[in-house]
């Protein structure tokens, strides 16, 4: 693929942006399905309020002129960045994997190929391509990986090889192989504990992928080192979810002030504990309530709704 080739793509791509209605209001759903969920329904692209809508719009042209002036890998992996930032995840996906065959070995590439893979529903592809990004990264430098939404302390919070880790142990939970992804968090947890985030968003999936692997006495280890005053910037979802699996906080307490998609962590969080309470047809009916909710971009999201497609047995 060359690059005029790619950046013809790209052009095509934003200019569709341009002329669609992702600005419409929050309350007017994309007629567009972006994905077919696990219980076989199509999943519209999210609509996004318009000042932050104009405001994703604005840093994808940016990207777009970015890229148009030098095709470098970067540039490419933050143009489908920043097309996934506004619901575009098949886009994305487009241009990373047109990325890929100019860089076959940018594990960045397949790193957040794999990420889109995952919203996408596509499990075993995003463990492909996430497994492939770790084997090219074993041994090499890590880096901090920039953020799209910086955090309340503009700290970046997280690697490259962390994220390649993070959402390959998340997608071998989605899939429902839960001793495998205890595997996958606990290595990761070995190697990236250099911040409170890190520690508290691998212990908290650790704990579940244990917990229904049946590793009992292993989940509960894996809490051992959650505490109060950690210093979490950005995962306080999974850490006050983490206290309540220690009992540091009662389920009632978890949830105060989240909104957004660490809403729909909270509520998958305390979903599956009552699953693993015994409560099933308490959890069924969280599930379907996420589900219901509409925010199916979010990690919590997908996890009820695999979970749920489970019990359906789908």
Partial sequence: MTRIALGSLCVLLLG????????????????????????????????IAAPQCERLEADLAAAQAAFDKDSSEDNTVWLGRRLAYLGRYNDAVAVFS???ERFPDSAKLLRH??????TLR????????????AQLTSGKPDEIE????????????????????????LAHYLKGDFAASAKAWS????????????IVSATYWLYLARKRAGDHAGAAAALRDIRLGMDVI?????YRLCLCYKGDL??????????GPSNSAIAYGLAVRKLLMGDTAGARADFEAIVGANNWPAFGSIAAEADLARMRGR
């Fill in 16 to 47: 569709s942006v341009l002329t669609c209605a992702s600005c419409a209001p929050a309350r007017q759903a994309h007629s567009r399905a972006e994905a077919t969920s696990l219980l076989g329904q199509p999943l519209a692209r999210p609509s």
């Fill in 98 to 100: 047109r990325g890929l």
């Fill in 113 to 118: 190929r794999g990420h889109r893979s995952i």
């Fill in 122 to 133: 596509q499990f075993d592809s995003a463990i492909a391509d996430l497994s492939r990004a």
């Fill in 146 to 169: 920039p953020d799209g939404a910086p955090n309340a302390r503009n700290i970046p919070r997280s690697t490259l090889k962390s994220n390649i880790a993070y959402h390959l142990a």
């Fill in 187 to 198: 290595d990761r947890l070995a190697l990236f504990r250099d911040n409170d985030d890190q």
């Fill in 234 to 238: 950005e995962n306080h979802s999974y």
């Fill in 250 to 259: 009662r389920p009632e307490e978890v949830g105060e002030g989240a909104d």
